[in-house]
């Protein structure tokens, strides 16, 4: 069956659709979890140290949250390598352009694989200046995320690079999201309208919430 | 009407092409766009010139041999098949762009013609029944649900011309495969193979070098016959149970 899976254009596409709607499961808790930051640093810090907490005493400190970094790491590698076979065979199906060119397919249609190399470019920058620190603006200090996030935000590169990749997500979920219903056969006439409409909420409901943070930063609202 | 027209020539599967251009006169908002090739080839073999080689068959649009990109689009400006498309759809003065389908899996054999036989090797690895059929048996002795039976026709109308194929800017072929396998996937006659043909039509469809589909929607919007765009979302279904029921690694 994995053989199967990975071989087939078909199924490499499901592996696509999973490993998206895992990532797509986690932003909207990291969404929800971010907007604490308009309460104030001692809830802000104090649910980032929950999170490393969380599952004890069953679980050992900071286990869940490594459970979870394994987890998506292995959904964002499963995702950019099959999207870039996939990628790679539709090219090579299509070498010829028609010489009469018109304009095809949405813009999120179209950007999805610009879309999503600027998302990876984006993952890789972002534990770097929030997790690790190693291009964080100056004085990162680990377990002192809020001052952190202030920091990041209170350099304009820090936000503008935060920003449009946030504006790729919205893109890239809203054609992404209906896409993985028809990829996993869980589409139909009738469901047509919902997946479209709850593509479009999500992708919205991110990318706002995502973005309200450093504008809230840059605006004085959160300092 | 008088007409400006640019057609892709090319000599064989080997040679370079370029766009040539033509002008023509004389054309009746009544004919069709074949008719009105038929009247730039007289007039070319009148010159001498070798006339424009394009497919083309019952000319009543249900066999799918015609097959050109007119302006951009698979089959033209209408929803219907090439030969069933009609000059009124143009303008006096027009100029139009005639392309052959562009796919790897369907090589230039000359001018606008193009080698679909990846089609037949795709229905050849599994879109038939095995049962032998003999003389149309009575209507009423298997039962279909009416759901599943319009179902199954709709998908029945693929006529395989590959304007699907032309349209996907990823050259695939999902709504063409994806028509074929639902049509018998859904009755009760083709139950017996339901996971070995779709799984085995989807892998000689990657096999031929076709693309993959991202949902762009194009081929449903091409598809003389209107095929809709769930047919694949059928497939997918089809394909992930026929994985797990199958037992093939
Ligand atoms: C590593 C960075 C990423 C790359 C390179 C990437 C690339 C792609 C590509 C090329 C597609 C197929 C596009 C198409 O079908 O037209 C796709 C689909 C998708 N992506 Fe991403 N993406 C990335 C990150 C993400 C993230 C962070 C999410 C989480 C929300 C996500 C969710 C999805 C979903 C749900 C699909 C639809 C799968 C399907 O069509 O069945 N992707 N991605
Ligand atoms: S699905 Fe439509 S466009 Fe594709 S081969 Fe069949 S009839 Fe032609
Ligand atoms: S010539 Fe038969 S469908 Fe057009």
Redesign the interface.
């Known amino acids: ?5 990975w ?8 592996v696509m659709a999973v490993s998206g709607l895992i990532m797509l499961a986690y932003l909207v808790v990291h969404m929800l979890g971010n907007l604490k930051i308009f309460f104030g640093s001692d809830d802000f810090n104090h649910y980032a140290h929950w999170l490393r907490t969380l599952g004890e005493p069953f679980l050992h400190y900071e286990w869940a949250l490594w459970i979870i970094r394994v987890v998506l790491v292995a959904a964002v590698v499963a995702h950019a390598v099959s999207a870039y076979q ?1 990628s790679r ?14 304009p ?2 949405s813009y999120a ?1 179209r950007t ?1 694989r610009w879309g999503g190399v600027i998302l990876g470019l984006f993952i890789v920058w972002h534990i770097l200046d929030l997790t690790t620190g190693t291009v964080h603006p100056d004085g990162f200090q680990s377990g002192h995320p809020y001052q952190n996030v202030i920091d990041t935000f209170s350099t304009w590169y820090g936000s503008v690079v935060y920003i449009v990749a946030m504006l790729a997500l919205g893109l890239h979920i809203r ?1 992404g999201f ?2 993985a ?9 009738t469901r ?1 309208r919902a997946f479209k409409t709850i593509a479009n909420a999500l992708a919205l409901v991110l990318t706002v919430g995502f973005i309200a943070v450093p504008v809230g930063v840059m605006t004085g609202v959160v300092s | 009407m008088k007409l400006t027209l ?1 057609v ?1 020539r090319q000599q064989n599967a080997d040679a370079d092409g370029a ?1 040539s251009t033509y002008d023509v006169d004389d054309i009746s908002a009544d004919m069709s766009f074949l008719e009105m090739l038929d009247t730039l080839n007289e007039e070319l073999i009148l010159r001498g010139d070798d006339p424009v080689a394009f497919d083309h068959d019952c000319r009543e649009g249900i066999c799918g041999a015609c097959s050109l ?1 007119i ?3 698979a089959h033209g400006p209408e929803r219907t098949t090439t030969c069933q498309l009609h000059m009124r759809s143009f303008e006096d003065g027009d100029t139009i ?1 005639i ?1 052959p389908w ?4 369907f090589p230039v054999v000359k001018d606008l013609v193009v080698d679909r036989s990846a089609f037949d090797r795709i229905i050849q690895a599994g879109g038939y029944v095995t049962a032998p059929t003999g003389a149309a048996p009575e209507a009423h002795a298997t039962p279909v649900p009416k759901p599943d039976a319009d179902f199954a026709f709709e998908n029945a109308e693929c006529i395989g011309c590959g304007a699907c194929v032309a349209a ?5 072929a999902m709504l063409f495969t994806s028509a074929k396998v639902n049509h018998l996937n859904v009755l009760p006659q083709g139950a017996p193979e339901r996971e070995t043909r779709v ?1 085995d039509m ?2 000689q ?2 096999e031929e ?10 081929c449903a919007t091409a598809c003389p016959k209107g095929i ?3 047919s ?10 026929a ?2 029921k199958s037992g ?2």
């Open positions: 069956m994995t053989r199967t899976m071989d087939s254009s078909v199924g490499k596409k499901t996939l065979r539709d090219l090579r199906a299509r070498p010829t352009k028609y010489v009469h060119k018109k095809r397919t249609t999805m054609h209906w896409s219903a028809q990829t996993l056969g869980v589409g139909s006439r047509d | 640019r892709w766009m990109v302006n951009g689009d762009d392309e562009r796919a790897s899996a996907c800017p990823n050259g695939a799984l989807v892998a469809m990657d070098g076709f693309g993959g589909c991202t949902l762009a929607g194009e809709p765009l769930v694949i979302t059928g497939m997918n279904k089809e394909w992930l149970r994985t797990r093939r690694r």
